[in-house]
């Protein structure tokens, strides 16, 4: 069974920073379809903000695109975001994902595992 414990997070003035981290165990990241970052805002649909496959390629929201970094650490075997320039509106629970998908990378989502989420708290 995959499991995904994250840490960091917490309160934040605007224009500050954090970094989110996210432990897998039970598969080698590497060998996850997609690993990826999720936020979510109570009243709204859980978003997609960042994602990395394993081959390393990785993929943004527009609206975190240059002030959000994901990466790995294929030896610990964990994921990050980086947040830099947080704004109040990214002020949410921030989930990360492990997806596994039918047919390789093309194919519909098969299965995901999520961390148990991380409150982000960016105020003005």
């Known amino acids: 069974q995959v499991q995904l414990v994250q840490s960091g997070g917490g309160l934040v003035q605007a224009w500050g920073c954090l970094r989110l981290s996210c432990a897998v165990s039970?598969?080698?990241?590497?060998?996850?379809?997609?690993l990826n970052w999720y936020r979510q805002v109570p009243g709204k649909q859980r978003e997609l903000i960042a994602g990395?496959?394993?081959?390393?390629?990785?993929n943004y929201a527009d609206y975190v695109k240059g002030r959000f970094t994901l990466s790995r650490d294929n030896v610990k075997n964990t994921l990050y975001l980086q947040m830099n320039s947080l704004k109040p509106e990214d002020t949410a629970v921030y989930y990360c994902?492990?997806?596994?998908?039918?047919?390789?990378?093309?194919?519909?989502?098969?299965?995901?595992?999520w961390g148990q989420g991380t409150q982000v708290i960016a105020s003005s």
């Open positions: 990395i496959t394993p081959s390393g390629r990785t």
């Open positions: 994902n492990a997806a596994y998908y039918a047919d390789g990378y093309d194919g519909p989502l098969e299965f995901a595992y």
């Open positions: 039970g598969n080698k990241i590497v060998s996850i379809h997609d």
